[in-house]
């Protein structure tokens, strides 16, 4: 008779549930937006903004940028000079192409490459060669 009355009692609380047209589940659904609509800003926003980042000197762009060259400044480099007279002439430093030896050594070789300013591509290369200009080119610069 226990086992009985213990199915009739589950039973009863299985169609209560039923009948009262709440889910049997205990957990609770996440809440429901209307179709078609976005949530509000209020709802995605973060609690607190993040840290404003200070700007420094050294993160401009005008710390980073390379030298260009004109035809002007690269007919008045001449071979036999230094790298310190040709950043002078530009204006800066270009962009190590390549490296061969080390410094200080005989036959150290350094190639630099400045964007030039002209056509589409416009460029020119210098070969110093124990820190003298070997060998200048160009091409497109105006």
């Not at 060259?69 to 962009?95: A, C, D, L, P, R």
């Not at 061969?100 to 490459?113: F, H, L, N, R």
């Not at 460029?123 to 105006?142: C, E, H, M, P, Y």
């Amino acid at each position: 008779m226990k086992k009985m009355s213990f199915f009739i009692v589950a039973f009863a609380i299985m169609l209560a549930g039923c009948s009262s047209g709440q889910p049997t589940n205990t957990a609770s659904p996440p809440p429901a937006t209307p179709t078609g609509t976005a949530p509000t800003p209020e709802a995605t926003a973060p609690a607190t903004p993040p840290p404003a980042t200070p700007v420094t000197e050294a993160a401009t762009p005008a710390a980073t940028e390379k030298a260009t060259i004109t035809k002007s400044e690269f007919e008045q480099i001449e071979n036999g000079m230094s790298f310190e007279e040709v950043k002078k002439i530009v204006g800066g430093e270009g962009e190590l192409l390549a490296e061969v030896g080390k410094a200080g050594e005989e036959g150290y070789t350094i190639v630099y490459m400045y964007e030039g300013e002209g056509t589409i591509g416009a460029n020119a290369n210098f070969t110093f060669q124990g820190g003298v200009l070997q060998v200048k080119s160009q091409i497109g610069l105006q």
